[in-house]
């Protein structure tokens, strides 16, 4: 019976004992308006609209998958059946921002696709047009990954360059001679070309810099003398130029996990060595169940979850922290000049984002959630304890029924 049923119900029955005890005492003026009351009363509330507690419930889960999980918790109502003031307020202001931010994704995802699709076509060949935006980033990736060299072949091509080079340094050099002019520069870059590249990216680069540099002031000493030949040397630094694109961005391929983006091992070690013995919490975040999602639907989709979890591990840490990915689908983050207490606070956050957020794949929404291990690292301590630790916190996380967050016992 539902409260509408109820009401109706003790209306009737009011209408039944009304009379009886209006009967049995006739003078009593205070009951019949004391009867008469309790009748209006449950007309109103007839009358009022009624939203049954699971209708509620099930609108308010609803609702709180559009919020973050701070402002998700804020639709539960107080012992008393109300939202409280601030909480209403808070809620307002933040329904106001993701409406904002819905607005300008309506505006600018199709602005973005002509992007990625003006990008693809410059370098090989569009996605479809029924690709979704997810998969013309991806499609724009891999034609960009299929234009990057490996640092070994990148430094093949530019010793080719630089052998290739010497005749037209050599002319140069012959023509400035016959004009009657010395050009130190040039006898720097030469000299600079004919050395070994270094090993080191970096260095590689700024040798090369400085060759150019030199290469360019000879060059405009010839401005006059011949246009043929200008021409030709500032084809070579563009392909210059475009070398040392190409070294910047394999070093950043290096640093950086493939499929999700986030740093990967040989960066998180770079980071570890300028923390030093800094206090800092270490977090090691582990997806549940993961295996049975990539036996069920199929790697690929397995990849999106992958894809999508480390952009959320990106947005819910702080631009001083570091989220990295170290396993299959296995990740860690490291806060930095932050105690356990204050990293468990910020752990159970993103472990609550994660088990609301909607993951998208193309076989259809996945809801996943993750087990999470934490330890304090204290000046003195090896990185290699602290990870152990936050290693032993997670098995206990997994054992304990998963989806949650365990703290490592202090040493």
Not at 19 to 46: F, G, K, N
Not at 208 to 230: H, P, V
Request: with cysteine.
């Amino acid at each position: 019976m539902n409260q509408l049923e109820e009401i109706n119900r003790l209306l009737e029955d009011m209408d039944k004992v009304r009379p009886i005890v209006i009967a049995a005492m006739p003078d009593d003026q205070d009951l019949r308006t004391t009867t008469r009351r309790m009748i209006s009363t449950l007309e109103q509330i007839r009358q009022a609209p009624g939203i049954p507690l699971e209708t509620y419930t099930w609108v308010s889960k609803l609702v709180a998958k559009l919020l973050d999980a701070e402002h998700g918790a804020l639709l539960r109502p107080s012992p008393g059946g109300t939202i409280p003031d601030e909480s209403r307020t808070s809620l307002e202001q933040h329904i106001e921002q993701r409406q904002l931010l819905m607005m300008e994704a309506q505006q600018e995802i199709p602005a973005t696709r002509q992007i990625l699709d003006r990008s693809s076509s410059l370098i090989g060949t569009r996605a479809k047009n029924s690709d979704s935006l997810q998969k013309r980033a991806s499609h724009l990736e891999s034609l960009l990954k299929s234009h990057l060299q490996h640092d070994t072949a990148l430094r093949s091509e530019l010793q080719q360059l630089i052998e290739a080079f010497h005749p037209s340094l050599k002319a140069i050099g012959t023509l400035l001679g016959e004009a009657g002019e010395e050009s130190p520069e040039l006898k720097q870059a030469k000299k600079l070309l004919e050395m070994e590249l270094p090993e080191d990216i970096e260095e590689a680069r700024g040798l090369l810099q400085s060759a150019r540099q030199g290469i360019l002031t000879a060059g405009n000493k010839l401005n006059s003398a011949s246009e043929r030949l200008q021409q030709s040397i500032q084809q070579n630094i563009d392909q210059l130029s475009n070398m040392s694109q190409q070294l910047e961005q394999a070093e950043n391929e290096a640093r950086n996990d493939p499929l999700t983006g986030l740093a990967n091992r040989r960066r998180l070690a770079e980071f570890l060595k300028k923390l030093g013995q800094s206090r800092f919490s270490f977090l090691v975040v582990d997806i549940d169940h993961f295996k049975q999602v990539n036996d069920t639907y199929g790697h690929d989709v397995g990849d999106e979850i992958l894809q999508q979890l480390a952009g959320l591990l990106d947005e819910c840490t702080r631009k001083t922290d570091l989220a990295a990915r170290v396993g299959g689908e296995e990740f860690c983050i490291i806060f930095p000049d932050t105690d356990q207490a204050r990293g468990l606070t910020l752990a159970e956050t993103l472990r609550q984002a994660i088990e609301i957020y909607p993951f998208k794949t193309a076989a259809g929404i996945i809801d996943i959630t993750v087990s999470v291990g934490i330890a304090e690292h204290s000046p003195g301590t090896e990185h290699g304890d602290t990870f152990k630790a936050a290693d032993k916190a997670l098995y206990h996380s997994k054992e304990n029924g998963r989806n949650q967050v365990t703290c490592a016992t202090p040493a």
